[in-house]
């Protein structure tokens, strides 16, 4: 069920207009009113249904409203908050949809002072390595998980309408510690992007580059696919979970050494171990997200 009447997304991109079309979908009959750095883009998603009013001034954008949303790369959670909080109303709910948990939260705390017990951290799960308005799609977020990381002064009944709303769009909610969350989505999310990122920059770094790419086929698409999403997102998303990250990499390249030694000792056995138990895990972890996505259907 969702309590709130007039919904302002900041970012209406894939994120925050997908999350808008899944409302609508649901058959939510408040208004949903678009925030972008970019009127252009603004206009796009304007056209597109995805939001009620275009272009208004954030006076008018934030009268009445009781729930924001930001969908905005979260290294401009700060200024972002700090620009609209002369506008915003003294009981409007925020929440956001980063992939970084404490550095948000930070943030949220420097911007936002007392007012941040109305903060509610949340992380939909789910994605796409395209961008903008026309990236946007209504299921989204079915049978996807969304991660609220409850601060100590939210309220319960704050927690419960933000959870409600995403609900609503079809995930299925789950709660971590920012910490806990920076924690995992280090090694499972983030992680693989920079792999991505750094393996088709080798590639187009090489000098037989297009040789390469003339070659590149199944195993490179689907290993790289995530290497066309947002630059400036990642740049962000990678710095602000730093820590993680770094401990990540180099437990990374620990295993990539373990495999290089097996490769120059032609220890067939030892690199045929690693690539069983790899595939095992992965064959696990398949099953047990088609069962819950068969499940929620």
């Excluded at 934030?62 to 924001?68: C, H, I, P, Q």
Aim: proline residues 4%; negative net charge; aromatic residues 8%.
């Amino acid at each position: 069920m969702i309590v709130f009447k007039k919904i302002v997304i900041c970012g209406v991109g894939l994120i925050g207009g997908s999350a808008a079309l899944a409302l609508r979908r649901s058959g939510y009959t408040g208004r949903i009113v678009g925030l972008e750095r970019s009127p252009e883009v603004l206009a796009r998603a304007y056209a597109l249904g995805i939001v009620d009013d275009a272009g208004s001034s954030l006076e008018e954008t934030f009268k009445d409203a009781d729930l924001l949303m930001l969908a905005v790369p979260v290294a401009q959670t700060a200024k972002v908050l700090k620009s609209f909080l002369p506008y915003l109303p003294e009981d409007i709910v925020i929440t956001d949809t980063g992939s970084t948990k404490s550095d948000v939260v930070a943030m949220a705390r420097e911007a936002l002072g007392d007012r941040v017990k109305k903060f509610i951290p949340a992380h939909p799960i789910a994605g796409s390595e395209s961008n903008g308005p026309e990236a946007a799609f209504a299921t989204l977020f079915e049978g996807k998980k969304t991660v609220i990381a409850q601060l100590p002064e939210n309220s319960e009944e704050d927690v419960a309408n933000v959870a409600g709303l995403w609900e609503t769009c079809g995930s299925i909610i789950h709660y971590l510690t920012p910490a806990g969350h920076d924690n995992v989505f280090a090694t499972v999310s983030h992680l693989p992007h920079l792999l991505s990122y750094g393996l088709v920059d080798y590639v187009a770094n090489h000098a037989l580059s297009e040789l390469f790419f003339q070659y590149a086929a199944s195993g490179f698409r689907d290993f790289t696919r995530i290497a066309e999403s947002s630059p400036e997102m990642w740049r962000d998303i990678s710095l602000a979970n730093r820590g993680h990250l770094l401990e990540g990499l180099d437990a990374y390249m620990a295993e990539l050494a373990h495999i290089r030694a097996l490769l120059a000792h032609k220890d067939g056995a030892g690199l045929e171990a690693i690539f069983s138990n790899a595939r095992q895990a992965r064959m696990n972890w398949r099953c047990a997200i088609e069962a819950a996505e068969s499940k929620n259907k």
